[in-house]
């Protein structure tokens, strides 16, 4: 009789403890946009990764799964990033952001910051019927998008927006 409780009792226990691990989609939202505007912020990474048209910072662990002119395909523990580059948008062009959000109906989060001559932002859409959300952000005519649930979003953000901010197009002076 007590053992029936006593297993009920840890299940339940359990069941609690475990659903107060996880965040939720708005605490996830929040610290992930905090992340990316202090990323915005700091000083930018060091390019490690080069093309003809352009160079990037690539994270440790990052693969390059395939690249095309404007296009990357990384991998970081089976999640796959898209880095898109427009070499001909400044960084505080606001023509990629306008075109990557005529593509949502009505994003969970959109956000913009503007600092130093430079516009980001971050746009964050729930995929249907999934726990599993959209991220894009991006600075001028560089974006970088993948989909993570809420545990990951702020590490993903933060990782994309150091990548994002890292791009050099070649033959432009910083």
Not at 46 to 54: L, P, T, V, Y
Not at 72 to 95: A, G, M, R, W
Not at 132 to 144: L, N, Q, R
């Amino acid at each position: 009789m007590y053992l029936g409780r006593a297993i009920i009792s840890i299940f339940i226990f359990s069941i609690l403890f475990l659903s107060g691990c996880s965040l939720s989609f708005e605490d996830a939202s929040k610290e992930t946009l905090k992340a990316v505007e202090e990323s915005l912020s700091e000083e930018k990474k060091e390019a490690n990764e080069a093309s003809d048209q352009f160079s990037y910072y690539l994270p440790p662990e990052y693969e390059v799964d395939s690249a095309a002119t404007n296009n990357i395909v990384l991998t970081h523990k089976e999640q796959t990033y898209i880095l898109f580059i427009n070499p001909f948008e400044p960084d505080d062009s606001k023509v990629i952001y306008e075109s990557t959000l005529e593509g949502y109906e009505s994003p969970e989060v959109e956000e913009t910051f503007s600092k130093d001559g430079e516009f980001g932002y971050v746009i964050i859409d729930r995929l249907e019927k999934e726990e599993f959300y959209e991220i894009t952000v991006g600075v001028g005519g560089v974006k970088m998008t993948t989909v993570t649930d809420p545990d990951n979003m702020e590490k993903s953000a933060d990782t994309m927006m150091e990548i994002v901010s890292s791009v050099e197009v070649q033959g432009e002076e910083s």
